[in-house]
């Protein structure tokens, strides 16, 4: 451990120290300082914005957290914190008398305190609050990073997100929009006639996407079952049954990889619409993913890590083949073994296995030189039948689906298609799954008898679609990594203290 560290720790525990001194004052005193429950009457923001029109020289009361104090002897000025924003206090002993006004003195940033008082305009113009009356409602005994240098760290802003949510005002507005968002979907779907449901979690079988599956174990039934990768299967058993247009937004469990993209544990929508294809699920991403920019942001046109980006319908379309042979040159159109597949993966430098035929080539080829740069929201469609087994096959190309892709900022937002609804077809493309495993591909996917099943009394033409909702708020509040929209992303747990003091010992 460095010298700078101890010094900061040192200094920690000795900021801490005091604190626990004056909660033991207050306790002697007979104050309580983790207080009851306190009627709160205004907030801030309302305060400030609406001071000629309601609040000038008017009572409130106002609860949050003490952000700053600053005391001039018989005075003190402080800002405090609620969820609408900060505002300034003005205590004055004179005001408060001198038993209440030895608690002001107590204070510490970082406090949660309820003040009773009047609205005024300072002569600098600020709008305050002279507090008649303070309650302590709970004693911070941990100090907040210190204010010019606020909470950085970014490992630790995702580990400790409440004081990351204290001290960083713009990481509470990114949550508000996430919510409005996700609102905003749900208002959508549900006025286009949609139905909220909701399937399991946890699964037999794992199906409905390519990814491998968290496994645990249900020991009264004494059998392995899987977080859900996708609710697909079970959304469109929901369609055999009748129900024409489902939606379900909810978490999926992946166990992959975690990077700026990607979390184990995320949220996606996924909608199921009876008797349409995969022109209904395009023009459904766009209007959804445009009316939602609109509504929370009141625009289409949005800026992302500095390039302006415009949503409004209808996107750019391409193949995966015409990607291809626009960024490469390569021409997947006129490929018609798999060893000329293989030559253009050689020529680009793309790796593949010998298992891989010529979708999954072209679609390693499509990843390595394609993705970065669809900037613009992008329609990808002619997605070859080998890696789409639940998609219904193109009737102008039997070797691909009715699939698409929608990309932006050179990131998958949302993946849909005509669904298969042939059981045979569907029977078979899982079978040829099923060889793709037994060859090593641990993420195909696994035979769904019953669902088959489920087809075979008949699945309308249907209409699928799934859209990342983290990812979309990623782009609607210019966040870069997804652990910036998610509340608690998943972390390697931190030693514990004991073995940390181990270390440092052996060292």
Not at 7 to 23: F, G, H, S
Not at 161 to 170: A, G, M, S, T, W
Not at 244 to 265: A, K, L, Q, S, T
Not at 283 to 308: D, F, K, M, P
Request: net charge negative; aromatic share 8%.
């Amino acid at each position: 451990m460095s010298e700078e560290i101890k010094n900061v720790q040192e200094e920690l525990n000795e900021q801490m120290q005091i604190r626990r001194d004056k909660l033991a004052e207050y306790e002697a005193d007979g104050i309580y300082p983790f207080g009851q429950r306190f009627i709160v009457k205004d907030n801030a923001k309302d305060i400030k914005d609406d001071f000629f029109l309601k609040y000038d020289g008017q009572p409130v009361v106002i609860a949050g957290r003490l952000m700053t104090i600053r005391s001039h002897g018989k005075t003190a000025f402080a800002n405090v914190r609620d969820k609408s924003g900060d505002i300034q206090v003005y205590f004055r002993k004179d005001v408060l008398g001198e038993e209440a006004y030895k608690y002001v003195k107590m204070l510490d940033i970082g406090d949660i305190i309820g003040v009773e008082g009047h609205v005024f305009k300072t002569h600098t113009g600020e709008v305050t609050i002279k507090v008649n009356k303070l309650t302590l409602l709970s004693k911070s005994l941990r100090p907040l990073p210190e204010k010019w240098h606020g909470l950085k760290d970014t490992e630790l802003r995702y580990r400790q997100r409440y004081v990351d949510l204290i001290v960083n005002p713009e990481v509470r507005d990114t949550f508000v929009k996430r919510s409005q968002i996700v609102a905003k979907i749900r208002e959508y779907m549900m006025r286009d006639g949609f139905m909220e449901v909701e399937t399991p979690m946890m699964h037999a079988i794992p199906g409905g996407a390519a990814a491998r599956p968290f496994i645990t174990h249900h020991n009264a039934l004494d059998i392995d079952i899987y977080m859900r990768i996708a609710p697909e299967l079970y959304l469109k058993r929901l369609i055999v049954g009748g129900m024409d247009r489902v939606f379900e937004m909810n978490r999926c469990f992946r166990n992959e990889g975690i990077d700026n993209r990607h979390n184990p544990e995320f949220t996606t929508i996924e909608s199921y619409q009876a008797y349409g294809d995969v022109e209904d699920a395009i023009r459904l991403t766009e209007n959804l993913v445009s009316y939602c920019a609109q509504e929370v942001l009141g625009t289409q046109e949005i800026t992302y890590q500095g390039t302006e980006i415009n949503l409004t319908p209808p996107w750019n379309r391409i193949t995966m083949a015409e990607g291809v042979k626009k960024y490469t040159g390569e021409d997947f159109d006129a490929v018609t073994t798999v060893e000329e597949a293989r030559a253009i993966a050689d020529r680009l430098n793309v790796e593949y296995t010998e298992n891989d035929g010529i979708g999954k080539i072209l679609n390693l080829c499509f990843e390595d030189y394609v993705e970065e740069n669809l900037i613009q929201p992008t329609i990808v469609y002619g997605h070859p039948k080998e890696i789409s087994p639940l998609a219904k096959a193109s009737r102008e190309n039997p070797l691909a689906t009715e699939r698409f892709e929608a990309f932006i900022y050179g990131r998958e937002l949302a993946n849909g298609f005509s669904e298969l609804n042939d059981p045979i077809d569907q029977k078979q493309r899982f079978l040829d799954q099923l060889k793709e495993r037994e060859a090593g591909d641990d993420e195909a996917h696994r035979m769904d008898e019953d669902f088959v099943t489920a087809l075979e009394y008949g699945l309308p033409p249907t209409a699928g679609l799934g859209v990342g909702i983290d990812r979309l708020v990623m782009f609607l509040t210019d966040s870069a990594s997804i652990r910036d929209v998610l509340l608690f992303p998943l972390m390697k747990p931190e030693a514990p203290k004991h073995i940390e003091a181990e270390e440092e010992a052996a060292e």
